[in-house]
């Protein structure tokens, strides 16, 4: 089985105190996708540059303690890409490509536009100029998934309060139509749902009130992966035994040889 596996860690040297790199080699993963670094490549110490078994890439936001994305990996990959040329989206590290043999698999951070109408108009402008990436990558004739936090909740089975929330960013009905292309369009899988449809199952809790301890979720981190490989996609898993971030870590295995 190739496992793979995607954390949004709000902060790597948070999540680094909290246990994560403890957790991670036990976990048998042939790539990992981390979101949200919140730190520079001055900041990463040797652990995090090379966590037991593996060794990382990242893409840093310019900004200090904002964004940025990393790839951790066993193998090491044929080729890495960083950015999708577009110099404001790359300058917030939010594209990560590893090619493996015929596999790509990409560390993607989608912009929130829940602070502010301007944040709002940002992630709307990133969806935007993301879709010639991402179809590219669609035709490019590999297996593909893209790994991250994608910051919108697809369906209503997705998040606890669709109701109270369908004017708030992150599920409001432009974003998750512009979601629907990637899928109905685009022509990737939610590889998640393709072996898991049951309600309340979560990857992103409120740190305000009781949102964890009563599962007031919303399902934010994504594997989508073109057609064929989303067919070998055999497990998934919510990993929420510990709490390493404000996103819990996605795990999902695939019937798959690189």
């Known amino acids: 089985m190739f496992r793979l596996i995607n954390a949004n860690l709000n902060g790597i040297r948070s999540a680094a105190a909290k246990g994560f790199f403890q957790w991670l080699p036990d976990q048998d993963a042939h790539v990992v996708c981390i979101q949200e670094l919140k730190a520079q490549p001055e900041d990463l110490t040797t652990t995090m540059l090379r966590p037991a078994g593996y060794r990382g890439v990242f893409h840093c936001a310019n900004r200090k303690g904002y964004s940025g994305v990393g790839l951790y990996f066993r193998r090491e990959p044929d080729r890495v890409v960083q950015g999708i040329g577009i110099e404001d989206i790359d300058a917030e590290g939010r594209f990560l490509q590893a090619d493996f043999g015929n596999l790509s698999v990409v560390s993607l951070y989608v912009p929130s536009g829940s602070s502010s109408p301007e944040r709002l108009a940002i992630k709307f402008s990133f969806l935007e100029r993301v879709?010639?990436?991402?179809?590219?990558?669609?035709?490019?004739?590999?297996?593909?998934?893209?790994?991250?936090?994608?910051?919108?909740?697809?369906?209503?089975?997705?998040?606890?309060n669709w109701r109270s929330n369908q004017k708030n960013s992150g599920f409001l009905p432009e974003e998750r139509a512009w979601l629907d292309g990637v899928l109905d369009v685009l022509g990737y899988v939610d590889t998640f749902r393709r072996v898991d449809d049951r309600p309340q199952r979560y990857t992103w809790w409120s740190n305000r009130g009781q949102a964890w301890a009563n599962n007031v979720g919303w399902r934010l981190d994504y594997q989508l992966a073109t057609p064929a490989f989303a067919t070998l996609a055999r497990r998934v898993d919510i990993y929420t035994a510990q709490r390493f971030s404000d996103h819990a870590p996605l795990i999902i295995d695939y019937d798959y040889v690189p």
């Open 131 to 160: 879709i010639p990436t991402l179809h590219a990558l669609a035709q490019s004739g590999r297996h593909v998934v893209l790994c991250g936090d994608w910051n919108i909740a697809h369906k209503p089975v997705d998040l606890e």
